[in-house]
């Protein structure tokens, strides 16, 4: 059974940074694609940010380049979210996803529950 689990949201204020983790099992961490994607209140859920399985290739949205920041553990089966200067639109909920060649294809097979970060002006 795979599993996604996402840990490290909170309520901040702006500014401040937050490092969310995806810790993965039942599956073979290292050959799949992971991403970050979120949901506002009101909202459709968004892509964020991604990696591929060899970590050469990262691909991120406008809104966060330069503050974001997508890196993974391959022996930990774990991807983080580091997440600096924060800003009250980075308010959502935020998901990590897997998938086998997502960067060619588009498409997560597997997802986390999501965790929320909030974070005030």
């Known amino acids: 059974q795979v599993q996604l689990v996402e840990s490290g949201g909170g309520l901040v204020q702006a500014g401040a940074s937050l490092r969310l983790s995806c810790a993965t099992s039942?599956?073979?961490?290292?050959?799949?694609?992971m991403g970050w994607f979120r949901q506002a209140p009101g909202k459709e859920r968004e892509f964020v940010t991604s990696?591929?399985?060899?970590?050469?290739?990262?691909q991120s949205i406008d809104a966060v380049k330069g503050r974001f920041t997508i890196f993974r553990d391959n022996a930990k089966a774990t991807v983080y979210l580091q997440m600096t200067s924060l800003k009250p639109e980075d308010t959502a909920v935020y998901y990590c996803?897997?998938?086998?060649?997502?960067?060619?294809?588009?498409?997560?097979?597997?997802w986390g529950q999501g965790t929320q970060v909030t974070v005030s002006s």
């Open positions: 990696i591929d399985w060899g970590a050469g290739n990262i």
């Open positions: 996803a897997a998938g086998l060649k997502a960067d060619f294809t588009g498409r997560y097979e597997f």
């Open positions: 039942g599956l073979t961490f290292s050959e799949y694609d």
